[in-house]
């Protein structure tokens, strides 16, 4: 089982919809999730972190977690063509060092 | 606002041959990393740094890959003798504490020829 999963798409949507980001993760002791835009050629871009279970919003993003279930998603309101960017689940690992385990990414297509 | 930042953008270099990238980390951050993406790969841990020494590092760091933070400003990458495989991105990042945000830099796309 891959440490943190996540369908690679592409996801596309019109422009004005809601755009929803899956994300599943195997250690059940991870207490810290991120998710990241990357933009083609790019690094990597901190959206939202979340560390507890629940939604937490912020502007047209909500990110959402239940540990129960090991899942993690990311919510985009009103979508626009610049959101079009592969997004990145990441979990903090249970070493204690910080280092973060990324899933595949979702490439997301918002269509004009 | 602070942010990493790495250089160079991009770097060349023969089979064989020795690589820095360097980093220059957010001041006041305490844990330092350096990740790896190959083209149409995920990102990819390969050593984490805190209080100037290695606190962790993946398979994929074996002995060619070394880190130094040689002041106390930058965080240096060096692979000593570069292979076709380690052609890639490699991004530095840095966070506070290892349980909040962390930040990545913009990324040396290192081609090996």
């Known amino acids: 089982q891959k440490e943190v999963e996540q369908n690679s798409g592409p996801l596309s949507v019109p422009e004005g919809a809601i755009a929803s980001l899956n994300c599943t993760y195997s250690?059940?002791?991870?207490?810290?999730f991120f998710w990241y835009r990357q933009y083609s050629g790019k690094s990597p871009e901190l959206i939202m972190s979340?560390?507890?279970?629940g939604d937490k919003e912020d502007g047209r993003f909500t990110a959402q977690l239940n540990k129960a279930s090991q899942y993690v998603s990311l919510l985009i309101r009103d979508s626009q063509p610049s959101d079009s960017a592969t997004y990145l689940c990441?979990?903090?690992?249970?070493?204690?060092?910080?280092?973060?385990?990324f899933g595949q990414g979702t490439t997301l297509q918002v269509k004009p | 606002e602070p942010e990493v930042t790495q250089t160079p953008s991009h770097q060349v270099t023969q089979m064989g041959q020795e690589v820095i990238l360097r980093c220059v980390p957010i001041?006041?951050?305490?844990?330092f990393y350096w990740y790896r993406q190959i083209l149409g790969q995920k990102v990819e841990f390969l050593v984490s740094?805190?209080?100037?020494?290695?606190?962790?590092k993946s398979e994929i760091f074996d002995d060619q890959f070394s880190v130094e933070r040689p002041d106390g400003s930058n965080f240096t990458l060096k692979i000593r003798s570069t292979k076709l495989e380690d052609s890639a991105m490699y991004f530095c990042?840095?966070?506070?504490?290892?349980?909040?945000?962390?930040?990545f830099g913009p990324g040396t796309r290192l081609t090996v020829l």
């Open positions: 740094f805190y209080n100037n020494e290695i606190s962790e």
């Open positions: 979340i560390y507890s279970n």
């Open positions: 250690d059940r002791g991870s207490q810290s």
């Open positions: 990441a979990v903090n690992s249970k070493s204690n060092t910080g280092k973060l385990i």
């Open positions: 001041s006041n951050h305490l844990y």
């Open positions: 990042a840095s966070r506070l504490d290892t349980y909040n945000e962390q930040f």
